[in-house]
């Protein structure tokens, strides 16, 4: 049976009256030989581990001992062929997590070089401590306004403390996998379409932080999240093309409009000025001529004025 022990950061007023040497007596020295529980304190997320040291009578009994005592007899026994046995070696990159009689041993894990274990009671699980990436699959997502939209996302993490992530969850990498789906989803069901589409580096930072705090137990550190594609129903993308190809005809109009207005001020100014010229009209008459024949065409027709045509008439 394990028992809780909560650990005070800083000593209590109590006990620095009573002295140095008081104050540096263990909190639970009260507890029976035989009731206590070895301790293993993380220092990253401050979780308590039965079994601190295997090697003591309390941990496992008579029977501990024993056992311990026979695979130190067989190791001497078959020296140096046991040495290829006891002897394993991690990777620069690996850490390896050991078990004595089921309790995990001292020290935290091993590694990177070699180490030694016990054969038939000791067992060991290498955990690679390298940032793993994995593909969250295609959420369909109901958005806060309603809209059915196809979201993925990829997430990069890695194994910040190779005890805990043995200790305290089955499988952390499939469980923080399942936990990104549930996350995506869960924190896209709040947010509006324009913001899925608009603030992706927002949402992804926002995951982040949801997933770091929920695998910190977990022994996970999640570094980055990205949100990769935002897929629409095909319905919903032909009514956003038609809102923006209406919207873009209106600008045109409206520019349009705008040409002719200017357009229409710039003939008042012109006519204006002609009509205290009367040389200017025959001016830009002749101008007129010389482009029509710049572009070879055959036919060319003179403008005669009305009031020329009315002398004629009244003769």
Known sequence: MVRSISVSPEPSKD???HGHKEMHEPAFSQASPSSQAPIVVNEHSGVLFGGENS??????GLCGVLLTLISWLLVLCTLPFSLCVCFRVVQEYERAVIFRLGRLLSGGA?????FFILPCIENYTKIDMRTSVFDVPPQEVLTKDSVTVSVDAVVYYRVSNATISVANVENAHHSTRLLAQTTLRNMLGTKN??????????ISASMQNSLDSATDNWGIKVERVEV??????VQLQRAMAAE??????????VIAAEGESKASRALKEAADVMKESPSALQLRYL?????????????IIFPLPIDFMSQFVNK
Do not use: C, F, W, Y
């Open 110 to 114: 091993r590694g990177p070089g070699i």
């Open 244 to 253: 923006a190809e209406a919207a873009r005809e209106a600008r045109a109009k």
């Open 55 to 60: 090697d003591n009578s309390g941990d496992n």
């Open 228 to 233: 990769k594609d935002v897929r629409l129903p």
């Open 287 to 299: 101008q007129t001529l010389n482009s029509i024949s710049a572009e070879k065409n055959s036919t």
């Open 15 to 17: 006990l620095e009256m």
């Open 193 to 202: 379409l324009h913001e899925i589409l608009g603030d992706r580096d927002g």
